[in-house]
């Protein structure tokens, strides 16, 4: 399949290295504002009309989050669309884009690579398994650091518009996470605070919410990017009436602790990004083959912001 991208940050770099050991993809071409230094066998482009004009199967986007919507939109005229996280900055954005993939007959999928780490998988096995019993207690610490260096070099980064917020650029995954381990959830209450970064940010550089499950259960996620000099950790606890779990790492891609009635604790390969990222592409493409796939659909894209957008309810 032909793959354009649409942007050419660090986020589609990333992408690039994680497609070019798949066979089944070439990249072919590029759209970016800014001129791009050459690219083997990959035309560029300042012009995205040009860019449209493209033979394309596949078009990811990978420009700041406000873009999400113009361009997703502006790539369902031409072929299926792989969207960054977040899908868009409000549900009611992310439902144009669902709308216009129908009117099309254009498939979207949101980049939610977390969902495929050995740790992700392994969690996402024992909660269908129901190996935790009945659910009590979930408790996630996302706890990292994003300096002024981070925000200069950056006309998107911590603008609302463009950014969106902590909870949108930095720890959408996690938030996903949680969905899609054990659905939609109510938010109880929140709070937020601007700790160090008040010349950087137009928002909230740390922030706590609670909330209960729909399926059972309730927790707490808190979060900052003002951990000193470097990131700590992104962890999640599980406490259940049949065992404990704790994943940690700064990634939150090992088991630190796992205490389950009749299951031993896991042995799982290290965590690879990129090779999280291929399988985004490869259940893409499955997907647009008709084939079994576990790909991240666009519905839930919308429902990870609909939880972003209940939790800045109480901005």
């Not at 001129?35 to 004009?53: P, R």
């Not at 463009?162 to 720890?171: A, E, K, P, S, V």
């Not at 659905?183 to 922030?207: P, Y």
Request: proline letters at 2%.
């Amino acid at each position: 399949m032909k793959l354009g991208i649409i942007g050419y940050g660090n986020i589609a770099k990333k992408h690039l290295a994680a497609v070019a050991e798949l066979p089944d993809i070439q990249v072919t071409a590029i759209y970016d504002k800014v001129d791009i230094d050459s690219l083997s066998g990959i035309k560029t482009f300042e012009d995205l009309n040009a860019f449209l004009k493209e033979d394309l199967d596949i078009i990811s986007i990978c420009t700041p989050n406000g873009f999400h919507l113009d361009h997703s939109l502006a790539a369902l005229s031409r072929a299926a669309v792989i969207c960054e996280k977040p899908l868009a900055l409000t549900h009611v954005d992310c439902q144009k884009i669902i709308d216009s993939a129908r009117e099309t007959s254009k498939n979207v999928f949101c980049t939610m690579q977390n969902r495929y780490s050995p740790v992700s998988q392994w969690l996402k096995k024992i909660t269908q398994e129901k190996s935790l019993g009945e659910l009590y207690l979930v408790n996630v610490s996302c706890y990292w650091n994003r300096n002024k260096n981070y925000y200069a070099g950056s006309d998107w980064r911590g603008k609302s518009a463009l950014d969106g917020g902590t909870l949108f650029t930095q720890f959408s995954h996690y938030v996903d996470t949680l969905y899609w381990l054990f659905g939609d959830m109510k938010i109880l209450n929140a709070n937020f605070s601007n700790f160090d970064h008040d010349e950087m940010i137009e928002f909230e550089d740390t922030g706590i919410f609670n909330f209960t499950l729909d399926s059972g259960g309730m927790g707490t996620f808190s979060y900052t990017t003002s951990c000193y000099e470097k990131n700590f950790e992104s962890s999640l606890t599980l406490i259940g009436s049949q065992g404990t779990v704790k994943v940690a790492g700064q990634y939150m891609d090992r088991v630190e602790y796992c205490n389950i009635n009749g299951v031993e604790p896991p042995t799982l390969t290290a965590n690879d990004n990129l090779a999280n990222i291929r399988e985004v592409y490869l259940n893409a493409i499955a997907h647009i083959n008709g084939l079994k796939s576990n790909a991240c659909s666009a519905e839930d894209g919308m429902a990870v912001v609909k939880i972003i957008e209940e939790v800045y309810s109480y901005r």
